[in-house]
């Protein structure tokens, strides 16, 4: 076993024995996906490490104090320095990020620690760096039910949501019951991800649109052969059309090939530099809706070449926009 996996595995085991309940035995192996006798082992280390893991029959099991702190670690200045500059180098709309303000609470421990000159470059250091993201959600009212569906998650317990679907073949607020397999932060937001009984089939819900949940005591488990990068195979972002493949042809100009050249915005993507300037790229997806307005994103500087059915899209999407602005 790895030490990065059983680094992992402790690190879930204290958030765990955290949250507030207690667990059997088995139930943690079950969650880690271990052996009762690797968690036994894993038990063992945490407690040599002087995390105090309380067993409470009486009370269900396992569990440690909710703000029981972690013993202390010799970290080098290196790596000291470079937990203050990253949790700090957020601005301060990225508290949206996941974990970035408990960052911060651990990066301002960590400060109070160092020596005085120590502490006095870090200082300086950390306000010559900033990290600009994309705009993020508003995730406010989001928070409850990211709680609420990790417990779900680490329970393995079902979820009964209230949803406001944007699709247009659903009702526009849904309830569905929900066996939640993974939690997704992507490109601003939260999105969980699990089986749906209304669509019967494994969907993606934004976090913001969920009006209502309630864990129910209905058990599930994820299947074996889940994986995050499985469900959304070839897609551009999220959007993952069964059974579709579509290769795509892009030819961007001069103005901005470079741009385009530089990022790797998928992995099947190929780029080919011609003598014009110009830049070719081409990337095999599962849908065209998303990578349709990417190309948008460019304006005249892009034009997609192929397939057939990614140009009669942008063409309608175009016309559209120019009878926008052909009105007085």
């Known amino acids: 076993m790895a030490s990065g996996d059983r680094l ?23 969650i880690c996906d271990v052996s009762l006798r690797t968690f036994f082992r894993d038990l063992t280390v945490l407690q040599q490490a002087g995390v105090e893991v309380v067993n409470a029959p009486e ?65 300086e250091l950390t306000q010559t760096l900033d990290v600009r993201l994309d705009a993020p959600a508003h995730l406010a009212n989001s928070s409850a039910w990211f709680n609420l569906l990790t417990s779900a998650v680490s329970r393995r317990r079902q979820v009964r949501i209230r949803y406001r679907s944007l699709n247009e073949g659903l009702p526009s607020d849904l309830t569905t019951l929900l066996s939640p397999y993974r939690l997704l932060f992507a490109r601003r937001t939260w999105y ?46 999220l959007i993952n059309e069964r059974g579709q493949s579509f290769d795509v042809h892009v030819r961007f100009q001069s103005k901005v090939a470079e741009n385009v050249a530089e990022v790797r915005w998928h992995r099947t993507q190929q780029i080919t530099r011609n003598a014009d300037g110009t830049l070719d790229f081409r990337v095999t997806v599962s849908s065209l809706k998303e990578i349709a307005w990417w190309i948008l994103g460019y304006g005249d ?12 899209e942008l063409r309608r999407r175009i016309a559209s926009m120019q009878r926008h602005y052909e009105r007085p």
């Open 8 to 30: 992992k595995r402790l690190l879930r085991l204290v958030e765990l024995l955290q949250s507030g309940r207690t667990y059997h035995a088995q139930d943690l192996a079950d």
């Open 301 to 312: 500087q892009a034009e997609a070449l192929s397939p057939p059915e990614l140009r009669e």
């Open 59 to 123: 009370r269900g099991g396992y569990s440690i104090a909710r703000n029981t702190a972690l013993p202390s670690t010799n970290l080098t200045i290196d790596e000291t320095m470079s937990l203050l500059v990253l949790s700090h180098g957020f601005s301060d709309g990225a508290d949206a990020v996941p974990f970035v303000r408990p960052a911060r609470t651990a990066a301002a421990k960590l400060l109070s620690s160092l020596p005085d000159r120590v502490r006095n470059y870090a200082s």
């Open 192 to 237: 969980v991800i699990g089986r749906s009984s209304v669509h019967r089939s494994v969907r993606t819900f934004h976090l913001g649109r969920i009006g209502h949940a309630e864990i129910i005591e209905e058990e599930y488990e994820i299947p074996a052969r889940f994986s995050l990068e499985r469900f959304l195979g070839n897609a551009w972002f």
